[in-house]
């Protein structure tokens, strides 16, 4: 456990709301006017930047510019979130360092604004993540002050220190209590459980103030930070064992907070059961949501085999459930990896009928016309092993709408047509007669 800081009372209450109302105003608002090296911000109409798609004779229009205009172009693209346009500014030479007049670089805006994809583009291009903003702020701060818990997982693994104080007296913890927004209330407790799970000071008391996290957290009734932060102050050590068990545990009953300070305990977020499920694993299984939502900003691995050859991201296709595969997209997992059977997640989902889930699946990257060791797709699965009913005619009529190939034949020559009129489901046949 980190010391707490001393604190120090530096300000009222009202001229806090001020500085607040700065600091928000700076990082979501900043001024283009005064110079055209400032950035604009994702609300701001077009700008004449050019098409982030290249015609063929342009390999990257942006190769003469000079730096101070590559530099401005490309926190203009950081604050629109568009990565293909950064991605050409920087290999054109683009500084992702490179500061405003309003002390924010590329790296720092995707911190606060939470873009995911431009965030790791900088940090592939050599970020400073030891920047600061005007407040002296790290990532983690701008990245806790707006609840993106993803955003503060990445700079954790990446060794940006939790416990760096601003020139206001917070710690992104402080922050991330301070500013939660009631209509944001999980990304928030989301944050928190990150960054107790990281190994931040959850007694480090504000120097504004004087307020520890458990103070700020009871301040503002929020009854699950408040929880989990007075847990995590009264902890005591134990071996690396144990703690690699409860996380475990954790994970297949559903418990986040419990998983969180497991981690802060110094459980491994890969360890295995004696069936090899990773807490991930477990957590995709039985649907544990926000357990996984956890796991993945910590950086758990979405493609860990277990004794069945069954990964997070499969299980989703059996489970059928949206929420977690929109937790575990941004790991990024690797949508080709198949099952016991060779089969992709689209196939069980489509033998089970879970007809969102199809829905959300076909807009992914997964191919929808893989064919599994029985030499079945989704679709065929969908009709042969389906009983007809709505979630099927559903099922159907979404992989038809994405373009799926409707004539691939099972192992008897049959397509999918066959077998639905071979069965009566007019639905389904009605359906693929329309392909």
């Given at each position: 456990m980190r010391s707490p800081r001393s604190a120090a009372v530096v300000a009222t209450a009202s001229v806090a709301l001020l500085l607040v109302g700065c600091e928000s105003t700076e990082r979501s608002q900043p001024d283009r006017s005064a110079t055209a090296s400032t950035a604009t911000p994702s609300t701001a109409p077009p700008s004449s930047t050019p098409s982030s798609t290249p015609t063929p004779t342009e390999a990257n229009p942006f190769m003469d510019l000079d730096q101070a205009e590559l530099d401005s172009r490309l926190i203009a693209a950081a604050w629109d979130n568009d990565v293909p346009t950064a991605r050409r500014l920087i290999a054109a030479g683009a500084d992702v360092n490179a500061k405003d007049d309003s002390v924010q670089s590329a790296y720092l805006i995707a911190t606060s604004e939470g873009h995911r994809a431009l965030l790791g583009l900088t940090l592939r291009h050599g970020a400073d993540v030891d920047s600061l903003d005007s407040f002296d702020g790290t990532g983690i701060i701008r990245a806790s002050e707006r609840g993106h818990a993803g955003i503060v997982g990445r700079l954790i693994r990446e060794g940006v220190d939790p416990?760096?104080?601003?020139?206001?007296?917070?710690?992104?913890?402080?922050?991330?209590?301070?500013?939660?927004?009631?209509?944001?209330?999980?990304?928030?407790?989301?944050?928190?459980?990150?960054?107790?799970?990281?190994?931040?000071?959850?007694?480090?008391?504000?120097?504004?103030?004087?307020?520890?996290?458990?103070?700020?957290?009871?301040?503002?009734?929020?009854?699950s930070q408040t929880r989990i932060l007075r847990t995590a102050a009264r902890a005591?050590?134990?071996?690396?064992?144990?703690?690699?068990?409860?996380?475990?545990?954790?994970?297949?009953?559903?418990?986040?907070?419990?998983?969180?300070?497991?981690?802060?305990?110094?459980?491994?977020?890969?360890?295995?059961?004696?069936?090899?499920?990773?807490?991930?694993?477990?957590?995709?299984?039985?649907?544990?949501?926000?357990?996984?939502?956890?796991?993945?900003?910590?950086?758990?691995?979405?493609?860990?085999?277990?004794?069945?050859?069954?990964?997070?991201?499969?299980?989703?296709?059996?489970?059928?459930?949206?929420?977690?595969?929109?937790?575990?997209?941004?790991?990024?997992?690797?949508?080709?990896?198949?099952?016991?059977?060779?089969?992709?997640?689209?196939?069980?989902?489509?033998?089970?009928?879970?007809?969102?889930?199809?829905?959300?699946?076909?807009?992914?990257?997964?191919d929808l016309d893989h064919v599994n060791d029985l030499g079945w797709t989704a679709l065929l699965e969908a009709v042969i092993l389906g009983d007809g009913s709505k979630p099927y005619v559903e099922i159907v009529t979404t992989l038809v709408e994405a373009g799926v190939d409707v004539d691939i034949e099972d192992k008897n020559g049959r397509t999918a047509l066959d077998h639905a009129r071979a069965q009566g489901y007019a639905g389904i046949v009605r359906a693929l007669e329309r392909a």
């Open positions: 416990d760096h104080v601003n020139n206001l007296g917070w710690v992104g913890l402080h922050e991330a209590l301070v500013f939660a927004k009631p209509d944001r209330a999980r990304a928030y407790a989301d944050t928190v459980r990150v960054l107790v799970a990281g190994g931040a000071d959850v007694r480090i008391p504000s120097r504004r103030d004087g307020l520890t996290p458990v103070q700020l957290a009871e301040r503002a009734g929020l009854e005591q050590e134990i071996s690396r064992d144990v703690a690699d068990r409860r996380l475990l545990a954790a994970a297949r009953e559903g418990d986040a907070d419990a998983a969180a300070l497991a981690l802060r305990a110094g459980a491994d977020l890969e360890t295995r059961n004696e069936l090899r499920q990773t807490p991930l694993l477990l957590a995709s299984t039985h649907d544990h949501v926000a357990v996984a939502r956890l796991l993945v900003a910590l950086g758990a691995d979405p493609d860990a085999l277990d004794h069945q050859h069954d990964t997070p991201w499969l299980v989703t296709g059996v489970t059928g459930s949206v929420a977690m595969l929109e937790a575990l997209l941004p790991a990024r997992p690797d949508l080709t990896i198949k099952n016991r059977y060779g089969g992709l997640s689209p196939i069980p989902a489509g033998e089970r009928g879970h007809a969102d889930y199809i829905r959300r699946v076909v807009k992914t990257d997964v």
